[in-house]
């Protein structure tokens, strides 16, 4: 057994984490309370450490610190949604505890864990009980003690996962919302699946992934003439009656030799891209996956030795060069100078939505919703775009507030992240935006529109499932209000008349229907026209958001 870790083992340690959650992203997204095509922890989680991953494998290990600080630094910048920032927080700390260090010893490492967990707790405004954090801090506890029993890594290790393992079944006590579920914390599991990877290195259980380790002339070689690296299939089971058309028009983005086959009960999906994983998160809003491949297309022509790939289009027109930071996905460009005192950023996705948030005086769009929550490196390069003194961002989901915060010392202009929770409340305070306002005032009128409004969204259940005595069918129309459920709903008839007395409760003066993608102008004005007749004291309007996901959002003042 080990007494010590040096910069090699710790960045296997945390390659093999990675692989773990790569494995395991979707059983860590099926964790999700409600079963709507949003639960992506895992996909976040998985992201957030894939970004780490990448760095680590294109250079070589020396120190614990050198390691450590490289991994925090690129989690920094690719943190996604709440589980992700939280990740990265807990490496963040981590770094600390193991600075100026050629090696490790368990106490070592069991000190900087708990430094981490430190680092996680203050950054979260309102720390709860039965999730991640719980999991992590209760994992560095044992890792402690046991550390000052025991000199050997594994041991340390050992007493942390079990110890963590028994902190995410209490989770499902300690978090009402998860008790009422009967599921654990989706990101505490996440976390011991880390462990448990970082543990089987250890002990010669588990070995890193291969594939990366091409040699780099042979690389550049082949980079030269693939547009796209990854071979990307899957198997859907259908789940709801969404249009394949519009996957076949997402994948037309996102890279070439596209087939879709779209049979009765499942669609097959090829494609080559640089993005699989936003395309499996898209093709997951059709229903559940039941098999799945990714290849690295640069590692088998390698393979090949000679063999000339024939994914490049010799006869297309050269595209121009690149920004630097666009051409470099972890360049993020200096902050331009600012030509006004205030500017704004918004997080939103749906070529309406971002419209509209243009129309109210947004500076910058950032794309990003539910189901591919933005990175901070993504927001960050947006406000330094943004030729403004003071910045302030709209997250527009809950999910992303975090990521958001996190931009707030990592550039030299003022940021105010405006805590909105949903677009129906970030469109509310940015038609609160005036010209001749102090940034003082403005952040206080920004804020004070975000209790002015609430939030009901329609999208599909993706499965089936019992919730708070709700009996929900996989495909029905899900409804949440505020973020709790209402119901869901078979037909659009039943949807209107089961949400018309929550949002008549509210006594609404104006009621705003934005519709996505997947619904039709038609199908829309029958929707908004057949709810405003049940609110006749309110003012009902609908406007064309083209969102993913939510078939509506529904803003009520």
């Known amino acids: 057994m080990r007494e010590y870790i040096d910069g090699a083992a710790l960045r296997d340690m945390i390659l093999c984490g990675y692989d773990a959650l790569e494995a395991n992203e979707q059983a860590i997204n099926e964790l999700n309370v409600f079963p709507v095509p949003d639960g992506d922890t895992g996909t976040n989680m998985r992201l957030t450490l894939g970004s780490a991953a990448t760095e680590l494998r294109q250079k070589e290990a020396t120190t614990v610190t050198d390691t450590a600080a490289r991994t925090a630094s690129a989690l920094l910048r690719g943190a996604r949604g709440n589980s992700g920032v939280i990740l990265s927080l807990l490496f963040r700390g981590l770094s600390k505890g193991l600075k100026k260090m050629e090696t490790a010893s368990a106490a070592d490492y069991a000190q900087a864990m708990t430094g981490g967990v430190e680092a996680a707790y203050k950054a979260v405004m309102k720390p709860a ?24 890594f594994e041991e340390m290790l050992f007493a942390a996962l079990e110890a963590g393992k028994a902190a995410l079944d209490d989770t499902v006590n300690q978090n009402p919302v998860l008790q009422k579920a009967g599921v654990v914390d989706a990101g505490g599991y996440g976390y011991i699946l880390m462990l448990e990877a970082m543990l089987g290195w250890l002990e010669g259980r588990v070995t890193v992934s291969q594939g990366h380790g091409a040699p780099k002339a042979k690389q550049e070689a082949v980079d030269e003439q693939l547009k796209y690296i990854y071979c990307t299939e899957c198997v859907i089971r259908k789940a709801n009656k969404k249009s394949v058309d519009l996957l076949r028009a997402y994948l037309g983005n996102m890279g070439d030799s596209v087939v879709l086959l779209d049979g009765e009960d499942t669609v097959k999906l090829h494609i080559h891209t640089n993005a699989p994983g936003r395309v499996l998160t898209q093709a997951l809003t059709y229903g559940a996956m039941t098999a799945v491949k990714v290849e690295n297309l640069r590692e088998q022509h390698i393979a090949l030795e000679g063999h000339t790939p024939t994914l490049a289009v010799p006869d297309e027109p050269k595209a121009e060069p690149a920004p630097a930071d666009e051409a470099d996905p972890h360049a993020i460009p200096d902050p331009v100078p600012a030509e006004k005192p205030v500017g704004t950023v918004c997080v939103c996705a749906g070529d309406g939505l971002e419209e509209l948030f243009r129309q109210l005086g947004a500076d910058n769009i950032v794309s990003g919703g539910q189901t591919m929550n933005p990175a901070t490196e993504d927001i960050l390069r947006a406000v330094n775009r943004t030729p403004a003194d003071t910045v302030f961002v709209f997250p527009n989901n809950k999910n992303i507030i975090m990521a958001a915060e996190q931009c707030i010392p990592m550039t030299t202009k003022k940021v105010v992240v405006i805590p909105s929770r949903t677009v129906c409340q970030g469109i509310s305070a940015m038609m609160r935006l005036t010209a001749d306002s102090t940034p003082e005032a403005l952040e206080q009128d920004f804020n004070d529109a975000l209790g002015a409004v609430h939030t ?45 007395p929550a949002i ?8 705003t229907v934005y519709y996505g993608a997947d619904v039709n102008q038609a199908d829309a004005e029958s929707f908004s026209g057949a709810l405003g007749a049940r609110l006749p004291d309110a003012e009902t309007s609908l406007i064309r958001g083209g969102q993913p996901v939510y078939y509506y959002m529904i803003s009520v003042e």
């Open 129 to 152: 009980e039965g999730t991640i954090l719980t999991v992590s801090r209760l994992a560095a506890e044992a890792a402690v003690a046991k550390a000052k029993e025991s000199g050997y």
């Open 456 to 500: 009901v969204q329609i999208t599909y259940a993706a499965r089936d499932s019992e919730f708070d005595g709700h009996d929900i069918k996989a495909g029905e129309y899900l409804t949440l209000l505020d973020g709790q459920l209402v119901g869901s709903f078979a037909d659009t008839e039943a949807l209107v008349a089961g949400i018309d």
């Open 504 to 511: 008549a409760e509210l006594s609404p003066e104006f009621v």
